[in-house]
């Protein structure tokens, strides 16, 4: 039996690489969802493992766990890629809302992944 599939951020997934307030929550959610991610996903995990390690919130050890835990997880999940209409719906979205555009990428990507094709066209 395979787990429904949720759109998932970074700030979800970095909490199920390295031990965080968020940890259990994340792990609740893990449990019962498969994941589905835009293509910066992987970028904005490092970027959040190293932040956390340069504000001294978890060590080199810890950071290397989290990496090779991130890639674990990576291989199980669904990427949605960039393409011309998601571009599109995210300057849609940018004349519509107070997104950065990293914000509205996100968005569309998710909207993409809830409201688009099937899922056999994201692999």
Known sequence: MSLP???????????LCVEQKQTEGSAALFAIHGI?????????IISGLTRLMRMGEIGPDELL?????????ASTWVQIQPSARIAAAACSLLEVHP????EALRLAAAVEWCEGPPLATYS
């Open 5 to 15: 599939i949720a759109f998932w951020d970074s700030s979800a997934l970095i909490p």
């Open 99 to 102: 997104l950065s555009a990293v």
């Open 65 to 73: 766990a989290g990496n090779r835990l991130a890639e674990t997880i």
């Open 36 to 44: 589905a991610v835009w293509w910066s996903t992987p970028v904005e």
